[in-house]
């Protein structure tokens, strides 16, 4: 079981934070430099939109692995023994992108220390739950996958208290966080029946998960456009397609004003 957590569904979770590690690290120049001359308007809309951006990777990354995990586990180690396990420590994968993120912001704005504080917070919360509940029989490992989330939760809410409380960004929740779960919840439902639609055509594991998983991809990035979840402000500032393509999105009326 240790092995079933350690071996495989923690390096899945770890593969999106990946992402979050070069998002982080490439805000802290621009938002060091921003702070620096006091352009806090500026500060506040990096600050935002980087956190917008990796949510939308982040909630996905977790609702698909929690929905896929048995098809995802066996394709990848030819067993579903991992799958009960990764099926709830995948939504750790949303806190644990966020955290990276708002310590990318925090130590561009020159606040090094909170980040390692609040992980250390976490860190604890996690010590403790994986004592208390991986004694619970029925739980066993499954204990130290909620300890995980709620470790990472815990530190990423720190993170992001102490990030709208230095730059003052109010944050859109709606649009940051409400309507990506709802696109998020479509997309998981897309690629559960997609995966039986493909393996009753008589296809395998393999080319159903791919194809579920690549579906369902196009409509959480449709859904995301139905329900506007970008302003053409935002859009625009997306490093690569978002200038390219913002005039499309516009003239459907797919983007917000």
Known sequence: M????TGAA???????SMLAAALATSLVPLISHASSIGDWKNVQRNSSL??????????????????????????LFGSTSAASIL????????????????SGILQGLGHTSIPVKNLLIGGLVKIVLNYTLTAM??????????????????????????????????LDYMNMLIKPVLAALGMS?????????????GFGN?????????????????????????????YIRIPIIGEKTYPILAKWKLLRD
């Open 137 to 170: 029989p029925m739980l066993n490992i499954h204990g130290a996958a909620i300890a995980s989330i709620a470790a990472y939760g815990v530190s990423s809410i720190l993170n992001i208290r102490a990030v709208t409380k230095i730059t003052r960004t109010k």
């Open 87 to 102: 099926e709830i420590i995948a939504f750790a994968v949303i806190f644990l992108t966020l955290h990276q993120t708002c």
């Open 206 to 234: 393999t080319i159903g998960t791919a194809g579920a998983i690549g579906f369902a991809g196009v409509i959480y990035g449709v859904l995301l456009f139905v329900l506007r979840v970008f302003s053409v402000e935002e």
């Open 189 to 201: 439902l897309v690629a559960y029946y997609c995966y039986i639609l493909i393996t009753n055509i």
């Open 10 to 16: 923690i390096p899945l979770i770890n593969l999106p």
């Open 50 to 75: 980087a956190m917008k951006l990796i949510l939308l990777i982040g909630i996905p990354a977790g609702f698909g692995l929690s929905v896929m995990s048995s098809q995802i586990v066996l394709l």
């Open 2 to 5: 240790y092995v079933d957590l």
